[in-house]
C-alpha cells in the first residue's frame, strides 16, 4: 500500500490524499483543472480505474466508484475484507484483491452493485502485489517472494510454482517473459517465467537506496529510490539492465505513474510533479501541482446505502451501511416471510459509515437456517433493502 497512489486514464489523473479522491483534467498539462474531489470516509491507499468506475482500498474495504459524471459520482458498492488491503488488479470482469495475510481474493464485477467472491488462495506470506500474464497470477507475497497462481478456474485456485530467494516483495510487473519483482531490501529483481511454475533470476538491479515504485514502459524500468532519485534504465536484455540516466526531484517522492510522455510523481508534501520523459537524456518538469483537498465532496454525507460481506456466507458477515445526516438508524434482518429474525442497529447515529457484524442468530441467539434473508436499513424516512444468502 502506498502513501498517495496515483493513476492515470484518458488525460485524467487521479490521485488519493488523505480520504479523499481528487480528479483532474490534465488535457492542457499546463493549466490543470480539478473536476472532483470524493471523501470516502477513510484512508486511501491504493487506486484503479476502468471504463466509469474508480476503485480505492482504504483500509479493509474496497469502493467501487461511478465517475461517469464528474459533478455527481457515487459509491455504486463496497466490500470490507476485515483486513489490510495491499492492491488490486482489474482484468475483464474480475477484480483480484491482495488481502495480505488473507492471501489472494477474486471477485466478480459483471455486476458492479454486487461484487461476489468467486476465489480465495491464501499465501504462505502476505499478498502485497499481483500481475497476470494468461491463466498465471505471479503474487509478491512479502517475504515468501513469489507465488505463481494458476487461476484458470477461480473457484480452484492452485499454486504452481515459486521464487523465494527475496526478502520482501511488494509489487510486480510483467512484461513478457520477464517479471520485474520490487523487494524492498534487495532492489528490483529480474525473473524469467517464460516457463511460469519455474520462475528464475535472470538479473537484479540495485541503487544505493531503496526503491519506492518502479514502472515499465516500453523497454524502460522506471525506478524511483528513497532520495527522490528517478533511474531510467534501459532493459531491451532483461539479463543485463543499463541505466542511462537519473532525474533528480527536489521534496520526498511516494509514489508514481509512467506513460510513454510523462513520469507523474506525488510527493509527501503533496505537491504533484509532471515530468516530460520523451527524451530520457533530457528530462524536465513541466509542471507542478499542490493537491489539494479542501472543499471536499464527501460522498457519506449524501450516500444511503448498504453491503455486505462475505455474501454468500456460512456462519458470519460482515454489514456495511452509509448513514448520510444524523437520524435513527434501524437495521434489521426479516426472513422471506417478512417475519423479523434480528434487530442489529436501533440507535441515533451521526453521518458516515458503519460496519455491523451478524453470525447468523436470531433475536434469542439460535442459529438460523440456511436460505435468503433481507436485510433492511431504514434511516429517517428512507429504506433500503440487500438480499443475502446463508448457505450451511
Request: hydrophobic residues 40%.
Amino acid at each position: 500500500s502506498k502513501q498517495n497512489p496515483i493513476y492515470f486514464l484518458d488525460n485524467y489523473l487521479f490521485t488519493g490524499t488523505g480520504n479523499t479522491i481528487l480528479v483532474y483534467d490534465l488535457t492542457d498539462e499546463n493549466n490543470p483543472e480539478v473536476k472532483a474531489k470524493i471523501n470516502i470516509g477513510n484512508s486511501i491507499n491504493f487506486l484503479s480505474v476502468k471504463d466509469s468506475l474508480i476503485f480505492a482500498l482504504s483500509d479493509s474495504s474496497l469502493f467501487l466508484i461511478n465517475y461517469s459524471s464528474l459533478e455527481n459520482p457515487f459509491i455504486v458498492s463496497s466490500v470490507n475484507f476485515d483486513t489490510d488491503l495491499y492492491s488490486i488488479l482489474i482484468k475483464d470482469s474480475k477484480i483480484y484483491v491482495c488481502a495480505g495475510e488473507k492471501g489472494l481474493i477474486i471477485l466478480d464485477i459483471t455486476t458492479p452493485e454486487n461484487p461476489s467472491i468467486i476465489g480465495n488462495i491464501n499465501t504462505p506470506g502476505e499478498c502485497k502485489g499481483i500481475d497476470i500474464s494468461g491463466d498465471y497470477a505471479f503474487v509478491a507475497d512479502g517475504e515468501k517472494g513469489i507465488r505463481v497462481i494458476n487461476i484458470s478456474d477461480p473457484a480452484n485456485l492452485k499454486e504452481e510454482g515459486y521464487f523465494e530467494n527475496l526478502t520482501n516483495t511488494v509489487k510486480v510487473i510483467i512484461d513478457g517473459a520477464y517479471l520485474y519483482v520490487l523487494d524492498t531490501s534487495l532492489g528490483l529483481k529480474i525473473l524469467n517465467v517464460s516457463i511460469p511454475a519455474l520462475p528464475f533470476e535472470a538479473s537484479l538491479y540495485k541503487p544505493d537506496v531503496s526503491i519506492i515504485d518502479f514502472s515499465i514502459y516500453g523497454a524502460i524500468a522506471y525506478i524511483l529510490d528513497g532520495e527522490s532519485l528517478l533511474h531510467f534504465i534501459k532493459i531491451f536484455d532483461p539479463y543485463y539492465p543499463v541505466e542511462v540516466n537519473q532525474f533528480l526531484i527536489t521534496g520526498e517522492a511516494q509514489s508514481m505513474f509512467v506513460t510513454s510522455t510523462t513520469a507523474f510523481v506525488i510527493l509527501k508534501n503533496r505537491e504533484l510533479k509532471i515530468i516530460d520523459i520523451t527524451d530520457l537524456y533530457n528530462p524536465f518538469i513541466k509542471n507542478t501541482i499542490i493537491v489539494s483537498a479542501k472543499k471536499k465532496k464527501n460522498l457519506f454525507s449524501r450516500n444511503l446505502f448498504i453491503t455486505n460481506f462475505p455474501n454468500p456466507f456460512n456462519n458470519e458477515t460482515l454489514i456495511q451501511y452509509g448513514v448520510p445526516e444524523l437520524s435513527k438508524v434501524t437495521l434489521v434482518i426479516y426472513n422471506v416471510l417478512g417475519i423479523e429474525i434480528v434487530k442489529l442497529v436501533d440507535e441515533f447515529q451521526v453521518p458516515g459509515i458503519y460496519s455491523v457484524k451478524w453470525q447468523t442468530e436470531d433475536k434469542k441467539g439460535n442459529p438460523v437456517p440456511s436460505g435468503v434473508y433481507i436485510i433492511e436499513l431504514k434511516v429517517k424516512n428512507k429504506i433500503i433493502t440487500k438480499k443475502i444468502l446463508i448457505l450451511k
